[in-house]
């Protein structure tokens, strides 16, 4: 047990039983409250009798049952799919009914606004709801409805079946330049390792108290959860609605870390800071995108006892480079380097490793990587492929890395620097957004005809999402009538920043979108 994930929870319940593991509001929950909580949703899945490796959907806010479904789940044999809680009915629709959801938890609130797709889940076999009342009907969503009191059962281990550290632990959806979002298929040995690595270089300890403000559905907010459990850390959990009460936050739990990505420290820089956060919160962390320099400055000047660790992953490998805070002065738009227990190559189109300076694609190397798109070997096969024999001394090796579709450059010393994206992914907000998903929600409004979307330079969201369309409509107000329609459809992140209606779009030799054209055309929208 002790190389699974849910065992970062459960040997500490052996080590500090009375230390906090999780705060949430006014709840102080202790590691051994929270094993004997996760233990009793253990049961609840052992009763419902499912396939070792069954999927549960986690569809909630940040709250104490949110973590309780992810470790029962893990200690009974199922695997875990957490679903942002901001995403649309359509697209939760997807993730339910790609990786064949069997048990959902949610709450009231959100189950109601499913209530047109739960039916069209063919295995989803029981919805387990936070807080059931009996106004709630079971024959309303064509599925049964059990409360989280009654679900909860005594853990019973001769039911577990035997788990190994590469059966599946979870699967985490995430966007690609075409089609809807794809789930990455994580281990339990990929997920242990991952934590384990990042604790490690952020030297956390069990004096640590780690402020989780991004959703768990991003793998980088999940790690807040693993990476704090490493070393026996307390995890605050925060919904914000504002980026004040981020502030506050820090202030009222006196958090020692934080995590985020560039929009978010864009957001609270420009908010006065209480001088007493700097005495007690030892490091901040970024991913998701560059931070901005001036935004970097800023932070250092706020915090100035603060380690700001930058770095580079991917869902496909978790996290792949960082930072040393010792070298953010000397080099500020740098990667890093990889990360313990991950190889990392800069390959160019030759197949040979490049030469400093050299730009190739960024590939990464390890026990990390995942093990590919659930139920996908095309994509699969796109992005995890062997290293070049040249990188292998001529041995024959299975083993596949992870292809990152990212440019990116060494220096002479070995620190990595981001390029540019080799695809038309859209990386905004710290989402990485798929264009032919958003171009396909503006092909199902009746007054779109063609629709291209595209991430253009934005000094706050690093990417902001342009769409350029053509019409039949002689509507004055089509542009708001398109982005009131997308606000039914999408979340807030993939909203598109600009509208640009034209009479026609360019096409290239082969009758397709010139999107070339289009984006050096808009690069310059938001630089002013």
Not at 263 to 269: E, H, K, S, V
Not at 381 to 394: F, H, I, M, Q, V
Not at 481 to 501: D, G, N, V
Request: proline share 5%; hydrophobic share 35%; aromatic share 8%.
């Amino acid at each position: 047990m002790n190389f699974l994930l849910h065992s970062l929870l459960f040997n500490q319940a052996k080590l500090r039983p009375d230390s906090i593991a999780i705060e949430y509001k006014q709840e102080k929950i202790s590691y051994q409250q929270l094993s004997t909580l996760a233990s009793d949703f253990a049961g609840g899945y052992s009763n419902m009798d499912l396939p070792k490796g069954s999927r549960v959907g986690i569809l909630l806010a940040k709250q104490v049952e949110t973590i309780t479904a992810i470790f029962g789940t893990l200690l009974a044999g199922g695997s875990i799919v957490p679903v942002n809680p901001i995403l649309k009915a359509n697209q939760i629709e997807h993730i339910l009914c790609d990786c064949d959801v069997s048990i959902l938890v949610t709450s009231k609130s959100r189950l109601k606004q499913l209530e047109d797709v739960v039916g069209s889940c063919p295995a989803l076999k029981t919805i387990v709801l936070v807080d059931f009342d009996d106004s709630i009907m079971s024959d309303q969503y064509s599925k049964p409805i059990i409360s989280w009191q009654d679900f909860c059962q005594q853990y019973n281990a001769d039911n577990t079946p035997t788990i190994i550290e590469s059966d599946l632990a979870a699967i985490f959806y995430t966007s690609g330049s075409t089609g809807k979002p794809k789930g990455v298929v994580l281990t339990h040995h990929n997920m242990r390792v991952g934590a384990e690595s990042v604790a490690q270089y952020q030297n956390n300890t069990e004096h640590d108290r780690v402020l989780a403000v991004l959703p768990f559905s991003f793998d980088y907010g999940f790690s807040q959860i693993t990476t704090a459990m490493v070393s026996g850390a307390t995890v605050i959990l925060l919904d914000y609605l504002l980026p004040k009460d981020v502030i506050k936050a820090l202030e009222r739990t006196k958090a020692t870390g934080l995590a985020g990505v560039p929009p978010l420290w864009m957001q609270i820089t420009k908010l006065d800071w209480p001088d007493s956060i700097k005495d007690h919160l030892r490091y901040i962390t970024n991913s998701g995108g560059a931070m901005p320099q001036s935004t970097l400055s800023i932070l250092q000047d706020k915090l100035p006892n603060t380690d700001v660790y930058l770095m580079y992953g991917l869902t496909e490998a978790f996290r792949s480079t960082y930072l040393p805070p010792d070298q953010v002065n000397t080099r500020p738009t740098s990667m890093g380097k990889a990360i313990p227990n991950a190889e990392i190559f800069v390959i160019n189109s030759n197949g040979e490793e490049c030469k400093p300076n050299e730009e190739g694609e960024l590939v990464h190397r390890g026990p990390l990587v995942a093990q590919g798109y659930w139920n996908d070997p095309a994509k699969t096969s796109e992005r995890y492929k062997p290293l070049p024999a040249s990188l292998t001394d001529g041995r024959t090796v299975t083993e596949l890395a992870v292809w990152s579709g990212d440019s990116v450059k060494r220096d002479e010393e070995g620190y990595l620097y981001f390029v540019s994206r080799t695809d038309e992914m859209i990386k905004t907000s710290g989402y990485r957004v798929s264009p032919t998903e958003v171009e396909e929600s503006l092909l199902l409004l009746d007054d779109v005809s063609e629709a291209v979307a595209m991430g253009i330079p934005h000094s706050e969201l690093g990417q902001a999402i342009v769409i350029v369309v053509t019409s039949n409509s002689t509507s004055n107000n089509l542009e708001k009538e398109i982005t009131s329609s997308l606000r039914k459809q999408l979340p807030a992140y993939m909203l598109p920043q600009k509208i640009f209606i034209r009479d026609e779009l360019p096409r290239n030799a082969n009758g397709k979108f010139d999107r070339k054209q289009l984006y050096i055309e808009f690069e310059n929208t938001f630089s002013n």
